[in-house]
């Protein structure tokens, strides 16, 4: 029952602001509102929502009884969060984005809960999609690759419909390469940049890597005499030293296109994707066996570890790419052939799970190539393959 009595309180900042107290009543749950309540949030980010407390009749009024805010994370318990009094009938609640999925916020006064709490705000990571299934400008088919150039852009592999398409970080597309000299059609699986913006595209129908500046002026082409099913590219940081993954082994060519050498094991069936650090580490991801396995720079087997999802599924690893030597970030797909899904997963270099960056709500279906923006934080920018787009997302 609401008597709406008002009681003064004194204060102690006469001198400051000239305030000789505050005048506090009864407040009535059912009139009091929250406003500046988000949609949506973008995880990360941080919401601040204002509470106003009400008497009966609607008037703003300081309550007598403290605001107290509760909230619950995806999979966690309820804990409480601090409210900032203004002093004049209105607090503020600050809300932060750290996880994906559903948060939800409650507000109390006394003891009574605030009307429409609790209140849910989904917490998203994936920031985009750009693209859709076709052939037209701005449309894939079946990408399955991504990097960043230098000055930020996504260079997508559009690997059937048989060209590079580049666009801004926004969706805009500044430009389309095509390589229609020869015999086959070109087909780019994986595509890497030099730091001066040189593309090393993959060519698996012609089966040779094609070597172009940012407008597809051909430089060179190496690789026709070795290679029968190339998947993967990397170029190493250190010296320029070139990584193509195929079959069961992995070859490796100079920065001029000369053929060095190669190598495998026995257990090394399918490597994929592969990842260079700055100190010459190797990351590869071999699908088959549904690991991520590791080399040094002198090319020498260290260790592997399992590619797993959270509830402990082994998962097949496709692409990776790495952020400061420290994490690796891997998509993956179900083991099962007849399940449409994807992951994207960030372990620590050393094999330890960090977290999943993605949701099942964003829907990737078998997702490929992965990389980062060169921003701070960065972006994770994903070739959804099945799903003919291209995500970022916000971790």
């Known amino acids: ?65 403290p605001v107290k805010a509760k909230i619950r994370k995806p999979h966690a318990s309820w804990e409480d969060i601090d409210v900032m009094d203004n002093k004049d009938g209105t607090h503020k609640v600050t809300v932060f984005g750290q996880v994906n999925g559903k948060y939800q916020v409650t507000m109390i006064v006394g003891d009574q809960q605030m009307p429409g709490c609790p209140l849910v705000i989904p917490v998203i990571g994936l920031v985009k999609t750009i693209g859709s299934e076709g052939s037209y ?58 730091s001066d913006n040189t593309y090393y595209s993959l060519d698996n129908n012609n089966r040779r890597v094609v070597v172009s500046d940012e407008d ?68 590869f991801t071999d699908h088959s066996n549904n690991c991520i396995h590791v080399f040094n720079v002198y090319n020498k087997y260290l260790y592997s570890f399992d590619c797993k999802s959270t509830a402990g599924e082994l998962l097949c690893p496709m692409g990776i790419t790495i952020e400061n030597d420290k994490y690796l970030y891997v998509t993956a797909s179900s083991t099962c052939p007849y399940t449409a899904d994807g992951f994207i997963l960030k372990f620590e270099t050393c094999g330890k799970f960090v977290c999943r960056i993605d949701n099942d709500s964003d829907g990737l279906n078998h997702p490929d190539g992965i990389a980062l923006t060169n921003d701070v934080p960065c972006r994770v920018v994903v070739a959804d393959t099945a799903n003919h787009c291209i995500k970022v997302f916000v971790q």
Do not use: W
């Open 1 to 65: 029952m609401q008597h709406d009595e008002v009681v003064f309180t004194s204060g102690c900042d006469f001198d400051e602001h000239g305030h000789l107290g505050i005048l506090r009543s009864d407040v009535c749950t059912s009139k009091c509102t929250v406003d500046n309540i988000p949609k949506q949030l973008v995880k990360g980010d941080s919401a601040v929502l204002v509470v106003t407390t009400r008497d009966s009749l609607g008037n703003q009024v300081v309550p007598k009884q």
């Open 137 to 194: 400008m701005g449309q894939y088919n079946r990408p399955f690759c991504v990097a960043i150039n230098k000055n930020g852009d996504i260079v997508t592999a559009d690997t059937f419909n048989n060209r590079l398409q580049m666009i801004t970080r926004d969706g805009i597309l500044k430009k389309i390469l095509k390589f229609s000299q020869f015999k086959m059609p070109f087909t780019p699986f994986d595509i890497a940049l030099c």
């Open 216 to 283: 597809g002026h051909i430089i060179r082409i190496f690789g026709r005499h070795q290679l029968n099913d190339p998947r993967g590219i990397a170029i190493s940081p250190l010296n320029g030293t070139v990584y193509v993954t195929e079959d069961d082994r992995v070859m490796i060519y100079s920065k001029h296109g000369k053929y060095l050498s190669s190598f495998g094991t026995p257990e090394f069936f399918e490597p994929l994707g592969v990842a260079i650090g700055s100190t010459g580490m190797i990351f």
